[in-house]
């Protein structure tokens, strides 16, 4: 067939569907209705200036972080988005003190769970640059037809059935994967369609980015801290002329080191013992999308996916980006400690 357009992110999910083991049309579902909720942040987040929805709630969340009016409006957008389409049975996200049950008759029967970041990186809404949204999918582990309960949100990683990113940046770009593999879909605003832009994305085994808060240096690991001399060496020998790039956004940051290769590392410090970022709703997700684009995501020590989670909104140090970089920050870490 001859085409004059890209695969929009609708056709890819209905084409792909037999690939998923449930293919049951459920997941294809709960991927439509994350679509739609991208779209209507992506609109919010393109007027917040204009509109009432900038600056602070007055609120705090469970993290006790200032909760920015766009992390509730975002959080309410895709609970009400996954909630009509009726494919899952409840949802954690960071801006819920703990997980949502759909437990109604349209509900109580779905077999997903959804994890999400619903928007990352508020410290940069009201001065515009780029945030994010992260997704996990699980399928439930306690019987169908029951509301869900914790050990349902409580799983490794590896278990995941789905998970992606939505990035509003200079454009707006939506990257996911089921298993096979990690495909990008930028919005076309002129048609309100992501459309197959970035086909099967792959990490460049190793980089010269470097994203890290240098600030909190003092702070780090020894292990960390000579990691980070080492990216700064210019060492003739091999010609390492590492960059710093750090956005303040984790999705910002993972999405640019996913095309140009590089790594994104959030470590413990004495100001935070596990680090910043959820296992749960950041972390994995993120994890799944790089082991599939053939990077890595470690703690510094262990796999990412591997961990069984003990708490909801539990923290973890965070290493991800290009394989050779990641391995070369855990050899620090495993010689001069964390
Ligand atoms: P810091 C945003 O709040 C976030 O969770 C990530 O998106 C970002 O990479 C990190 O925190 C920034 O944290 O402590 O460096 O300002």
Not at 22 to 51: C, D, F, H, M, P
């Amino acid at each position: 067939m001859r085409t004059h357009r890209p695969v929009t992110l609708g056709e890819f999910i209905v084409d792909k569907q037999n690939e998923f083991r449930y293919a049951s049309g459920e997941l294809s579902q709960l991927l439509t209705s994350i679509r739609l909720a991208a779209k209507v942040v992506n609109r919010e987040i393109n007027k917040a200036g204009l509109a009432d929805i900038l600056g602070a709630m007055g609120s705090e969340n469970v993290q006790g972080e200032k909760q920015m009016k766009l992390d509730v409006y975002a959080n309410d957008i895709f609970m009400e988005a996954l909630k009509n389409l009726g494919e899952v049975c409840g949802v954690a996200s960071e801006e819920e003190d703990d997980f949502v049950i759909f437990n109604d008759e349209m509900h109580k029967d779905s077999n997903y769970v959804v994890l999400m970041d619903p928007l990352d990186g508020s410290s940069n809404i009201d001065v515009n640059v780029s945030v994010g949204t992260i997704f996990s999918i699980y399928r439930r582990v306690t019987p169908s037809g029951t509301p869900v309960k914790l050990e349902d949100f409580l799983q490794p990683g590896n278990k995941q059935v789905a998970a992606g990113y939505v990035v509003y940046g200079s454009s707006t770009m939506l990257v996911y994967t089921t298993g096979h593999g990690v495909n990008g879909f930028t919005l076309d605003p002129s048609i309100g369609v992501f459309c197959l832009s970035h086909p099967n994305m792959r990490v460049p085994e190793d980089g010269k980015i470097y994203s890290v808060n240098e600030g909190n240096y003092v702070h780090f690991p020894e292990g960390v801290k000579k990691y980070i001399k080492y990216c700064q060496e210019n060492d003739p020998a091999t010609n390492r002329p590492f960059t710093s790039r750090y956005i303040g956004s984790l999705v910002s940051d993972l999405h640019r080191n996913l095309l140009k290769g590089g790594i994104y590392f959030y470590p413990r410090g004495t100001k935070a013992p596990n680090g910043k970022l959820r296992l749960l709703y950041e972390c994995n997700p993120l994890a799944f999308i790089i082991e599939q684009a053939g990077g890595k995501a470690s703690d510094g020590k262990n796999r990412i996916m591997d961990i069984d989670p003990t708490e909801l909104h539990q923290r973890v140090p965070y290493f991800i980006g290009s394989t050779k970089m990641v391995e070369k920050a855990e050899e620090f870490i495993q010689q001069f400690g964390d």
